[in-house]
């Protein structure tokens, strides 16, 4: 009787399982469809043309990157499992050009250190290292934090470590000895961007340290000795400081060089939220310190920013790929921390900006950058129109979609004797939503309002404010650039003296670019557009 009793449950409990199976695998169809659906709309509307996205989940900020052999390498800040962030590795992506991206697999995971934060890599040629194997490449050798969660509250314990490749970056091998720099009971303790200092032969790193940045020097990447600090009480604060970057550019048109250090900062950016500023000076191989000029400056205007749009956070640039005149080759990470976790895309999250040659020049007004898109996006350049001597009286359309896709297009403009003009563009679509960004001459602000550009009810921090930059330049000539890019518009006035990213979500893609006035009639000297194209 036990044994027929037995045998009807087995029997019984297949039937269940077999009923919850098929249950589970009609969940799991509807939940696939839905995801489709889902991820179709997300495609058609807001997937970037040419921005590197990830295929799934989240990402954010940019991490080790570097050049070697024909190929820059992009890791970046990654959770594979969700599109909200959550335990980080270190995703990668690969380019030839920086501007066609193609995703590879996760380069490096969490261990028993705890969760894989931002950092950097270098192409340790010399082999400082040790870890480069004989006739072969030169090792990759990656520096991260690891950040692990105490018990019992909601710090998190974060230290140095190192890996290193010796296939080109593919994947990499954890160092025994890790962490080689232990927390010095600092709360934020993160972000190494390491260095080659040439002109003293030993390898460099700035790290964020809350309010301030350290720097560290070593011989091998291995063991690392604490040199100096910048920032208590110096720029923007208000937010922690992240994501630092330190490099020598020529000043143009000189045979002068100027140190610049890059500080990320969240909050208090200059519109909101996140933000990346900068420092011009001089390092000595043991201390950054503020050029007198610029430090006057800065604390007269607090106005050194690399973007003044709300979009662009925790920009580095690429080891092992100055150009031959000296510029730099940035990349950023497309999103704000005021609503990253939130923008209405379930797929993905998160695009990485155009990458950005960086230049130093010194005017009337003195020390600037100028940040610019790299050169490889002209050759995507496909359908052209331009047009002359506009005359702007009241709204005047420019271009529509049947001269050039609006998704994907570069944009140049020029306004000669400006004078006392102000003017707006406007991308509009048929569903009555707006884009609109220009300058304001009356103060003399550019500006991008994105309050009426789509679905905006995802946060209220996306759309309350009307972003705005002081223009610098003190040139009666107004030029400008313009990326568009889907979900994405990146201006660059005044040769990259001012810059500012910004992403918003249309209902449908907008389809007409009109310009007006805003104080009196003006000629609009020329526009020229291409369209990218990318198949």
């Excluded at 997300?42 to 970037?48: D, F, G, H, K, T």
């Excluded at 909601?154 to 593919?170: F, H, L, P, R, V």
Aim: proline share 4%.
């Amino acid at each position: 009787m036990k044994t027929l009793i037995k045998s009807n449950l087995v029997v019984m409990l297949m039937v269940v399982s077999f009923l919850i199976g098929c249950k589970g695998k009609a969940e799991k169809n509807q939940n696939v469809d839905k995801v489709d659906q889902v991820s179709y709309s997300e495609e058609e509307l807001y997937r970037p043309n040419f921005h590197f996205t990830p295929k799934k989940a989240w990402m954010n900020d940019p991490n080790g990157m570097f050049y070697y052999n024909g190929y820059y390498h992009l890791y970046f800040q990654y959770h594979p499992e969700s599109s909200v962030w959550g335990p980080m590795h270190w995703g990668h992506a690969t380019s030839t050009d920086m501007i066609t991206w193609n995703e590879q697999p996760i380069a490096i995971y969490p261990d028993e250190l705890g969760t894989i934060f931002s950092g950097s890599a270098v192409v340790d040629i010399g082999n400082t290292s040790g870890f480069g194997k004989v006739s072969k490449a030169a090792p990759i050798v990656a520096m991260y934090t690891s950040s692990k969660k105490l018990e019992g509250n909601d710090n998190w314990k974060q230290t140095q470590s190192i890996a290193y490749s010796n296939d080109e970056g593919k994947t990499f091998t954890k160092y025994d000895n890790n962490p080689v720099i232990d927390n010095p009971n600092i709360k934020d303790f993160r972000d190494p961007k390491v260095m080659w200092d040439e002109e003293r032969n030993k390898w460099v790193m700035v790290l964020a340290a809350g309010d301030k940045i350290m720097f560290y020097d070593s011989k091998d990447l291995k063991k690392w000795h604490l040199l100096s600090d910048f920032g208590q009480g110096i720029g923007g604060h208000g937010g922690v400081w992240e994501c630092p970057d330190l490099f020598k550019l020529p000043v143009l048109g000189t045979e002068e060089s100027k140190w610049v250090l890059f500080v990320s900062i969240n909050p208090r950016g200059p519109n909101g939220g996140s933000a990346t500023q900068y420092f011009v000076g001089d390092f000595d191989g043991t201390k950054f310190t503020m050029d007198k000029e610029f430090e006057t400056a800065l604390n007269k205007e607090h106005n050194y920013w690399i973007d003044f749009g709300r979009d662009n956070y925790a920009g580095v640039s690429w080891s092992n790929a100055t150009r031959k005149d000296g510029s730099k080759l940035i990349l950023g990470w497309m999103s704000n921390w005021d609503y990253a976790q939130v923008v209405p895309t379930e797929t993905w999250r998160s695009a990485m900006t155009i990458a950005r040659k960086v230049q130093l020049q010194k005017n009337d007004n003195g020390y600037r950058l100028l940040t610019n898109p790299v050169e490889e996006l002209t050759n995507y350049r496909s359908t052209k129109y331009k047009k002359e001597n506009i005359a702007v009286k009241n709204d005047t359309k420019i271009i529509d979609s049947k001269t050039i896709d609006l998704a994907s297009a570069e944009i140049q403009f020029n306004i000669s004797n400006l004078k006392e003009e102000g003017f707006t563009f406007n991308l509009t679509n048929k569903q009555g939503d707006t884009l609109s960004f220009g300058y304001n001459h009356t103060d003399k602000n550019f500006f991008i309002d994105r309050r009426k550009s789509g679905k905006r009810d995802f946060s209220e921090k996306f759309a309350n404010r009307v972003s705005v930059a002081k223009r610098t330049s003190l040139s009666s000539d107004l030029k400008g650039t313009i990326i568009l890019d889907k979900t994405s518009i990146e201006l660059f006035f005044d040769n990259g003296e001012t810059v500012m990213t910004e992403i918003f979500f249309p209902n449908s893609p907008y389809d007409k670019l009109s310009i007006e006035p805003n104080n009196q009639e003006f000629v609009l000297d020329s526009i020229e557009a291409n369209k990218l194209n990318f198949n």
